[in-house]
């Protein structure tokens, strides 16, 4: 159970995570550049002066192909002139008019910037070329009610290389769930303050992660244009599926609207006021030196900021455009949400265990996180994972026992396994760089092991045997030390080490109070 979860447990009715917004672009990678619009256009027997009336005869069936299902069914079909008008808004205004529960529900359109090809006629070669460059083209956007998925939208780029992107969020596709399941609950926008089985509705969010991906995303790609494979039929080509921006929220719903009131405030205060650049970076599986400071060698831009909303105040903090945040969703009489969401963008900041593109039967090793769906179970796991280090973080604000109360007794010498070890001197240097040492981001996942922290201590490679065995030696001291006063449990059957709960808690407040300025002591004290 998670620190921030089991510390108001009694205050809680259920928590949910899950995907919320999940943003998915589809590229037919062969079209990609110019050689390979090169291919398709000599494939198709098309010279470069007859390139202009080729193209707009390909966007013209693709229009028609978009728009004849919305035509056969009476949906509207709508052109939206101004980028500050909110299609979404329209399509759900269209909806509940017409009491379309199922289906298409429109097809809205709207000029807008993409990535095409043109020829360009080169005057010192006196020659065509084909080029890529930046222009605008239409745009056509479908609305659905997704039997699965629920409330979506797909839209397609008319002119080549008609790249796809659909918006599809994982909280609809839950609402839909429990309806199928006939499990009763209380929704608010995108939230669910009130559900009848929080167990099975996690369950249902679980299952989310097993869904075949290609078939759903091919099937909605198929209904934007459905003359696809008619028109590249010589040249053949599917889309690749990728993850352009996917949001993993953790929702905490609170029996009592007062609690989460009076609670919230706090915990954006101590957000703002404790939470330091290492510290950012730690939610986000960033490394951070053992001095708990940024390393020279990171480049990248760390944010944190507040904002007043209608609904609420949004405490979010980012490195390179991923980010990790907190709001309070909705107060209701059955209940109250608090959100924790971790959004990614980047995704190639992350790691994932995989074997080289192209090679599934090569070795595996820990590689940069791929856009591609193949790897969206990674981005659920990373994503989780930094939603529960920012919990676990903020569960330290407001405690009633006191850092004194909760460190007393680990600087008494304690018994283990029949020996005496000494207590933990949490102000001295030493032992403050082997609590930040466990406490880096990239050990919460997969644990830490002797060789990883002789790494982070002694500089250099040992030059002889005897060296190292006195470097795993003090190390295998240290490591007991930490698991004699209960901050670290050993993995079963493995080398490895991952902080207990009870760890995370002490070492959050232990580093806390140690970065903290006399100021923000004193105001704390006041």
Known sequence: MNEFIAKYQEEI????????????????????????????????????????RHVLQVSRQIKQASVARAEREGRVIQYVSSSSVSKEEIARTIATEQKIRQGLVCVLSSVEPCYTFDIYRDRSSRRLQLVQRERKCLHLYQYWMHPQVGFLHARIQTW?????????????????????????????????????????????????????????????????????????????????????????????????????????????HHGMTTFGSADVLRFLGRRVRLDGTVPASFAGEVVSDVKERPEGIRLKHGVNGNTVKTYDKAFTAAGSVLRFETTIHHGEDFRV?????????????????????????RRAEVSQKANERYMSALASVDDSTTIEELTRCLEQPVSWRGRRLRGLRLFHSEDQHLLQAVSRGEFTLNGLRNRDLRALFFRGEALSPQEKRRRSAWVSRKLCLLRAHGLLQKVAHTHRYLVTAAGRKILTAALTVTRATIAQLTGLAA
């Open 353 to 377: 265990y995989r074997p080289k593109e192209g090679e599934p039967n090569g070795p595996r090793a820990w590689r940069p996180m791929r856009r591609g769906i193949a790897d969206l179970h």
């Open 13 to 52: 009715s259920g928590a949910l995570s899950g995907f919320d917004r999940i943003v998915l672009r589809g590229h037919l990678r062969a079209l990609c550049g110019v050689p390979g619009m090169d291919q398709y256009l000599a494939t198709e027997h098309v010279l470069y002066k007859d390139f202009g």
């Open 160 to 268: 080549f290389p008609f790249r796809i992107q659909i918006c599809l969020n994982g909280r609809e596709w839950l609402a839909r769930q429990m309806e199928q399941q006939s499990l009763k609950f209380l929704r608010q926008d995108n939230c669910f303050p009130w559900v009848e089985d929080f167990g099975q509705a996690q369950q249902l969010l679980d299952r989310q992660l097993k869904t075949q991906w290609p078939r759903l995303l091919d099937g909605l790609g198929e209904e934007l244009n459905p003359q696809h494979a008619a028109i590249f039929r010589r040249f053949h080509v599917s889309y690749y599926w990728s993850a352009y921006q996917t949001e993993w929220a953790t929702d905490v719903v609170f029996r009592k609207e007062a609690f989460l009131r009076r609670l919230y405030p706090k915990l954006v």
